[in-house]
């Protein structure tokens, strides 16, 4: 499996002219798999090698705004940059509870219509995550009658005895993401690739001795 990754921003909450807003890019097999979206990330898309359509999945690790500020107006460019295709697969957004909600109330407020299909997928975190006076449950927001508003998705929980949540899982690789401690809840991913069998050519083997 070949990869290739970009750093689009590593600024932190103090970007540059030279140094963006946190983001950085994925590239395998023709997808690009965008891991947090500060502000200015589409901007610096523009500037790379990569093409901004072949954002297949978005993750994101918390909700310090320099984390994902940029994630509205980067759909919303994806957007125009398309064509209306029922049949495309939607874009996966990964990321703590409350990201639905954030983007939901973006997209209203502005008024925007995306043309792609997407999905948010959101992380329950738990309360060790973080300082307790830090801790925010978001698990009732954007909720009218116990039912989610804005886009589809799942609602990801970390079960008894797990230490990671499993996100998604083919025959390459398996993609996980797992709790870490910030001031406010905070994920990593892990994007492991599955052991490959060799094969053997075992009368070659009898023939060398």
């Not at 932190?12 to 979206?37: I, Q």
């Amino acid at each position: 499996m070949s990869m290739e990754m970009t750093f689009l921003g590593t600024g932190a909450a103090f970007p540059s002219p030279a140094r963006g807003a946190p983001a950085l890019v994925l590239r395998r097999e023709g997808e690009c798999w965008l891991f947090d979206c500060g502000e200015g990330t589409q901007t610096q898309l523009m500037r790379s090698h990569l093409r901004a359509g072949r954002i297949t999945k978005i993750f994101i690790t918390h909700l310090h705004g320099d984390h994902f500020f940029g994630l509205p107006g980067l759909l919303c460019t994806l957007s125009l940059q398309g064509s209306p295709d029922p049949n495309k697969p939607p874009v996966d957004i990964y990321g703590p509870l409350g990201l639905r909600d954030f983007i939901w109330q973006s997209l209203e407020l502005s008024h925007s219509q995306l043309l792609f299909p997407f999905a948010v997928h959101e992380l329950v975190p738990t309360r060790d995550q973080c300082p307790a006076e830090e801790f925010r449950d978001f698990s009732c927001w954007g909720r009218e009658g116990g039912c989610a508003r804005g886009p589809k998705g799942r609602t990801l929980c970390l079960g008894p005895g797990q230490s990671s949540y499993l996100l998604e899982e083919d025959e390459q690789l398996v993609l996980r993401a797992f709790r870490l401690f910030h001031r406010i809840p905070s994920f990593g991913f892990v994007l492991e690739e599955k052991p490959r069998p060799g094969k053997l050519n075992v009368q070659k083997l009898k023939d060398l001795g």
